[in-house]
């Protein structure tokens, strides 16, 4: 078995335990918090975000990050996106040359626009860094039901081994070479559910929704493949699969603050109600610089920003993508 340091005590984090633990790895959760620490030592068994799940009694709770990175087999860095950085960079003096660090974190840095994986390699450049995304809600994972992900990493023994360490009969997990394609579309998948969320919440159908998921992840797709992912990440649990489950599940925070928002609550009231952090407000000004910067066409997330930094309704936002000019589906697409 093996040793693992989850870095970041949020409901993922805490998933990513109990599921290790499950299959008898030696973990250990990290937090800067220590009102996170107490509560978490204390409700093991009623924890408030996973409703229905355990933190395993062998699970170690630690303050000190010294300890928690000292000759660990695998690091999780698990802390919300906008907090990255700052990790990483306290990380430093602990983390040893050629440290496997996964990162199941999901976003793009606000200013730099960079992936969290290249966030963490320039402040960590003696480590090797890796990515875990998919379709994976936490309330879900943490209380073993059937899922599947794909870690993407720079050489094949380093996918193979977090494959190794996460995979149980319960929990499958797929490896790729493309860490590109797997960040942009666990990350920009949040910007098109909280536009999901917004159509659910101004009471339209499915047929909207259908169209809103397709045509966001033509968007994702455009943007990623400029940027050097593959298509074939974009049709995979990393891109549609993902998008799917975070436009449809009630569990999704994204899915949840766009809900709200639809009903008529301002960003900050649907965030305030939501009490968790919401990636794809803090995605959603980058996917547009991104955008902007690789001369890529992405009219929701342009609509999804003026909505959520514009004061714009959404409802007018809505019948400006609908009265776009013409098109085809698919430039690519020409008839004989």
């Not at 998948?189 to 659910?200: E, H, P, T, W």
């Not at 499915?206 to 994702?220: H, V």
């Not at 909505?307 to 714009?312: D, I, Q, R, S, T």
């Amino acid at each position: 078995m093996s040793s693992v340091s989850i870095l970041g005590a949020g409901t993922w984090g805490c998933a990513i335990a109990i599921l290790l633990a499950g299959s008898g790895h030696d973990v250990t959760i990290w937090t800067k918090i220590e009102k996170e620490a107490l509560m978490l030592n204390e409700n093991r068994k009623n924890m408030k975000n996973l409703p229905g799940a355990e933190l395993p009694d062998q699970v170690k709770i630690t303050l000190d990050l010294e300890d928690a990175c000292k000759d660990r087999d695998l690091l999780v860095m698990a802390v919300a996106s906008p907090y990255i950085r700052s990790t990483s960079h306290i990380m430093k003096p602990y983390v040893k040359d050629g440290q496997i660090i996964v990162n199941v974190s999901k976003g793009i840095e606000d200013g730099s626009l960079q992936t969290l994986s290249e966030v963490i390699k320039e402040e960590l450049p003696q480590a090797n860094v890796a990515v875990l995304s998919g379709p994976s809600h936490a309330e879900e994972v943490s209380r073993g039901v059937p899922t599947t992900i794909v870690v993407g990493a720079q050489t094949k023994e380093t996918a193979r081994f977090i494959q190794d360490i996460f995979m149980t009969d319960l929990f499958r997990v797929y490896t790729s070479p493309d860490i590109i394609g797997i960040e942009l579309g666990g990350s920009l998948k949040n910007v098109i559910a909280l536009a999901a969320g917004i159509v659910d919440g101004l009471g339209f159908g499915d047929n909207t929704k259908a169209a809103l998921m397709t045509r966001g992840m033509a968007e994702i797709s455009r943007l990623g493949m400029t940027m050097g992912g593959k298509m074939e990440t974009f049709a995979g649990l990393s891109g549609f699969g993902d998008l799917f489950v975070t436009c449809t599940s009630k569990h999704s925070r994204n899915w949840n603050a766009g809900n709200l928002m639809g009903q008529g609550k301002s960003m900050d009231e649907a965030m305030q109600e939501v009490n968790q952090v919401v990636e794809g407000v803090n995605s959603a000004k980058a996917a547009l610089a991104l955008a902007q910067k690789n001369e890529v066409e992405m009219p929701i997330v342009e609509q999804i920003n003026l909505v959520l930094f514009e004061n714009k309704s959404p409802n007018d936002a809505l019948a400006d993508l609908l009265n776009r000019d013409k098109r085809k589906e698919y430039k690519s697409l020409e008839w004989d």
